[in-house]
């Protein structure tokens, strides 16, 4: 590989807009993404930029084709290609490109990744980089979209049977309010790991 197309390949990056399925009003993100990073570091993306923890198991969906863990990881899963061994560039479609998204197979949370915008990249910027969302994730472990509202219902009802437990579960969950500093320096950890790599894929394209 020449320097120019080692380069070239590094600094392509991709509009990527994540929609979490279901919520009303939506729960959105904004990231652009070096179409160099495989899917398993998208997965890290999607987490960091959603507020989610890792604590529990995923898949995305691309074309038909389904991609997560390796088997020895996957606990007993359906079998499905590695997303480590792909690269986001390598999956995507003329114009645009949709990525449907599972993060834990209990609560199910569904997301719909819209990629498109392929281009050049701006040397001077680090990516992943945030670029704009809206409202907060609901908690971990809190019985998906059906459950998350039905405690916020209850956490306005003084008179719900569980409003006092939900309350103190939910410990000032404010659902409209979303915290970038947070993503952003979530991001800047995967963009700094990645841009480390970029200079010895370099330096060895040098020769």
Known sequence: MTARSAIDNLTEIATVRIELDGSDPPIWRMVEVPTSVTLKVLHDIVQSAMGWFDYHLWEMVIGGSVYGLPIEEDWGTAPRKVASRTRLR????????????IYDFGDFWQHTLIVSEVRAGDPATEYPRFVAGE???????C???PGFYEMLEARTDPKHPEHSEICEWLDGHDPDELEVFPIEVALGRIAARRNAAAKRIIKLANG
């Open 90 to 101: 390598d999956v995507l479609a003329p114009g645009t490109t949709r990525i449907d998204y």
């Open 135 to 141: 409202r907060r994730c609901p908690p971990e472990d």
């Open 143 to 145: 019985g998906g979209i």
